[in-house]
């Protein structure tokens, strides 16, 4: 069974950088998509980044420039590095990946098969 466990959330202040992790277990498909999305208070889900089987990456307008997706040397994790955060970066944030292949539209959170729990990022002015 396919299973991701997200890491490295906290509270910062703006400006600060936060490093978040995600570690994938029971599985090894050759084409697949990890992303990372977050969901503020009262607000809906939403995109932030996401990198490919192939290393392509692609970012949510609202984080370009400031964070990086990248996937590490195990390639069962996958990391975003948060740099410059603002206080609407608040969030809890999810890893996700479709394990089926690249997704047609990578904003579509129903891309995504597999989900994590979830690790809370709070950035405070």
């Known amino acids: 069974q396919v299973q991701l466990a997200e890491s490295g959330g906290g509270s910062v202040q703006a400006g600060e950088s936060l490093r978040l992790s995600c570690a994938a277990s029971?599985?090894?498909?050759?084409?697949?998509?990890m992303a990372w999305f977050r969901q503020a208070p009262g607000k809906e889900r939403e995109e932030v980044a996401a990198?490919?089987?192939?290393?392509?990456?692609i970012y949510a307008d609202s984080v370009k420039g400031r964070f990086t997706i990248a996937k590490g040397s195990d390639s069962n994790i996958f990391y975003l590095q948060m740099n410059n955060l603002k206080p609407e970066d608040t969030a809890m944030y999810f890893c996700?990946?479709?394990?089926?292949?690249?997704?047609?539209?990578?904003?579509?959170?129903?891309?995504?098969?597999?989900w994590g729990q979830g690790t809370q990022v709070t950035v405070s002015s």
């Open positions: 996700a990946a479709a394990t089926y292949g690249v997704p047609y539209n990578w904003r579509d959170e129903k891309e995504f098969d597999v």
């Open positions: 029971g599985y090894s498909y050759s084409r697949h998509c």
């Open positions: 990198v490919d089987s192939d290393g392509n990456t």
